[in-house]
């Protein structure tokens, strides 16, 4: 008989191992489901998985799906890491971008270079507004921080439909739901010509980097290590869970809000209903690929940008529904967790208990 | 309000309570044993498209019921086998099933876009439904019914049955019922299968009787409510009946409003009323008690491993 045992310490090796082999397996299992369902199984998964990684003109596509992934990951994992569960992050994402937009509105008829910044941070203050409400609740009320901040992500997305069909609307957009166009000043910048690499490319990786130097290198982020591993150790030591949970939760709704007035000032342009794309979902299967740290999760975000780029190209060529792709990364995910007992654990015979003697 | 218009808004408050007092009471069971799910909204959708799915093609209602059960349970027991006999993280696990319940029932469901079919009818005779308010009490189909009557076997179950107090038991303290000799991880199997297949009935609740027709992401986080208020009831049976039909009574208001045409509440506002009213409702539970969560079972999300 097959049983699992422990091993005497985690496996390093399946520690970078388990990512890829959960990878391997999904594209494994995208084949045969694929091909199920009548498409051209093996076409569709490279189209899908590899194309993305491998066509050089595809990178910049993926630069900027995987932008906005890093950054609201990185606000998850530290959050994940102490056990505070922001599953809200599509929620801060919406709202930073509204209050982003606001001040772009606000700031329509000027121009100046003050514009972008004051509007990124907005975007950074509304997403941690939006993420103090349930972080309020959870340290004053001990209510789930999971359900709070989810249940607000469903009212983010009722305001956003609210502000663009009513006192957002672009007056000269012919009564389309929609806000105005943002103006130069009020747009991302280009960073390499010609392309679409956008400002918040560089930016998500600039803050992968500081994040991985805080969470090595200061006490702070020790602090945020300690207290998802052995919170009564970490309360003995001084780190207050309720200041960890309002940190991990600002920082991931800043995070998030960031990401969010990235996107509609730069590859949106302006806010619409079809805004919300489930980046804050997503973020959270990046966060896990990345083992929650900050360099996998730039990874991370990296494999799960392919996917939606690649996603986009089977739709062409092979004719793959788009639901697909949604379908494929929580595949991935599943795989994940389940390749994740590899590194605690391993296969092995159970022997027969020896007869007593007569 | 004549009778007439009262009972059909009663008609549509019970329509409206019962697909979340379904699966609720599932995710209730499941909580009992010790074992979070929150897997709730992907399973629904699930169990909503495979019933469409399975009534559409054979014309029978019934067939799509039995359907979204066993669509309900195939996919709780993805989690269930990553999560019991991997021991996977539960929240993570929750959430992936709920990613994949999206994106696999939006997929399945493509083909069935507005497509229709008949509405699952009520089960007795119209000729008890002839007077409005007989109708209020006779005129409900089969699923209302059920729901009804599982809240009584539920709770019955469990407070009055030896395997129910073994399933307490495991939920309270798995050490310890695993020392006497109960089998920990079996007894979560079954458990997390019963939440499946009420979360898939009361999903299929969505596409075969109310609406009834599929749409992406039909159940609009009605799971997630479903969770919500499997705390606000203190995992009591009774209190969960109650807490379904309160947020029924929510969301009947909205569909009211809108139709009554009220114009000085935006309609987004309406729809925001059920999110709000779970935030309202979990803090004011948390604000009548000194430590939250005095009656979560005590190994609530733990994973649990022999050695």
């Not at chain 2, 299929?204 to 969770?227: E, H, N, Q």
């Not at chain 2, 969960?240 to 987004?268: C, D, N």
């Not at chain 2, 935030?279 to 009656?295: H, N, P």
Request: charged share 10%.
């Amino acid at each position: 008989m097959l049983e699992w045992r422990r091993r005497r310490e985690p496996s390093t090796a399946m520690l970078y191992l388990s990512p890829l082999i959960a990878i391997g397996l999904t594209m494994l299992m995208g084949t045969i489901v694929f091909t199920a369902m009548g498409y051209d199984g093996l076409t569709a998964v490279y189209d899908f998985f590899l194309l993305p990684l491998l066509e050089p003109q595809r990178w910049p596509d993926l630069g900027v799906k995987a932008a906005p992934l890093i950054m609201i990951a990185l606000g998850l994992a530290i959050g994940f890491r102490a056990n505070v569960w922001n599953i809200g992050a599509e929620g801060q994402y919406i709202m930073g971008a509204i209050a982003g937009t606001g001040v772009a509105l606000a700031t329509y008829e000027m121009s100046g270079w003050w514009i972008l910044p004051m509007m990124a941070l907005a975007g950074v203050l509304g997403g941690m507004a939006w993420a103090a409400i349930p972080a309020f609740l959870r340290t004053r009320l001990q209510v789930s921080e999971i359900l709070t901040s989810l249940m607000l992500t469903y009212v983010a997305i009722q305001a956003l439909y609210y502000l663009v069909r009513g006192p957002w609307k672009d007056p000269d957009g012919f009564n389309f739901p929609q806000t105005r166009m943002f103006t130069p000043d009020q747009t991302l910048p280009i960073v390499i010509p010609e392309s679409l690499v956008h400002l918040g490319i560089p930016a998500a990786l600039l803050i992968a980097l500081v994040a991985w130097l805080v969470l090595e290198k200061t006490t702070a982020g020790f602090a945020v290590k300690v207290v998802g591993l052995a919170p009564a150790a970490a309360r003995h030591g001084g780190f207050s869970a309720e200041r960890t949970t309002w940190i991990t939760m600002l920082t991931g709704g800043g995070l998030a809000g960031l990401a969010g007035i990235f996107e509609a000032a730069g590859p949106f342009g302006q806010l619409t209903p079809q805004f919300p794309v489930g980046y804050g979902f997503t973020a959270i299967i990046v966060a896990f690929l990345g083992r929650l740290h900050p360099l996998g999760i730039v990874f991370g975000g990296i494999v799960l940008a392919a996917t939606y780029v690649g996603g986009e190209i089977a739709q062409t060529t092979v004719r793959l529904p788009q639901a697909a792709t949604g379908m494929f990364q929580a595949l991935l995910l599943f795989f994940l967790l389940a390749t994740n007992v590899l590194i605690a654990y391993r296969i092995g015979l159970r022997a027969k208990p020896a007869k007593a003697a007569p | 309000m004549t009778d007439a218009i009262l009972v059909s808004i009663i008609m549509t408050l019970v329509a409206s309570s019962t697909p979340i007092l379904l699966a609720a009471l599932g995710e209730l069971v499941v909580e009992k044993s010790g074992v979070l799910n929150l897997g709730v909204e992907g399973m629904m959708l699930c169990g909503a498209v495979a019933g469409f799915a399975v009534a559409f093609s054979t014309g029978s209602v019934a067939l799509g019921l039995i359907a979204a059960v066993l669509a309900g349970i195939a996919t709780s027991m993805v989690f269930a086998v990553l999560t019991l006999s991997l021991t996977a993280n539960q929240v993570a696990t929750g959430l992936a099933l709920t990613i994949f319940g999206i994106g696999a029932s939006s997929l399945i469901g493509a083909g069935f876009v507005g497509k229709t079919i008949e509405r699952l009818g009520p089960v007795f005779p119209a000729a008890l439904s002839e007077h409005p308010w007989l109708r209020a009490i006779f005129g409900h189909d089969i699923v209302v019914y059920l729901s009804l009557a599982l809240v009584i076997g539920v709770g019955w179950f469990l407070s009055r049955t030896r395997p129910g107090l073994i399933l307490r038991a495991v939920g309270e303290n798995d050490a310890s019922a695993h020392a006497i000799g109960y089998p920990v991880i079996a007894i979560r199997y079954a458990a997390v299968a019963f939440g499946g297949a009420l979360a898939g009935l009361g999903g299929a609740y969505f596409s075969l009787a109310l609406t009834p027709m599929w749409a992406d992401r039909l159940t609009a986080g009605r799971g997630w409510i479903a969770l919500a208020l499997v705390v606000f009831s203190a995992w009591k049976p009774g209190r969960l009946l109650l807490g379904a039909y309160l947020f029924g009574a929510v969301m009947t208001f909205e569909l009211q409003a809108k139709a009554a045409g009220i114009s000085w509440i935006a309609p987004e506002v309406l729809a925001m009323a059920p999110y709000l009213a779970t935030i309202a409702v979990l803090t004011m539970m948390s604000l009548g008690r000194k430590t939250g969560r005095l009656d979560a079972p005590a190994c609530l999300g733990k994973p649990f491993s022999a050695s």
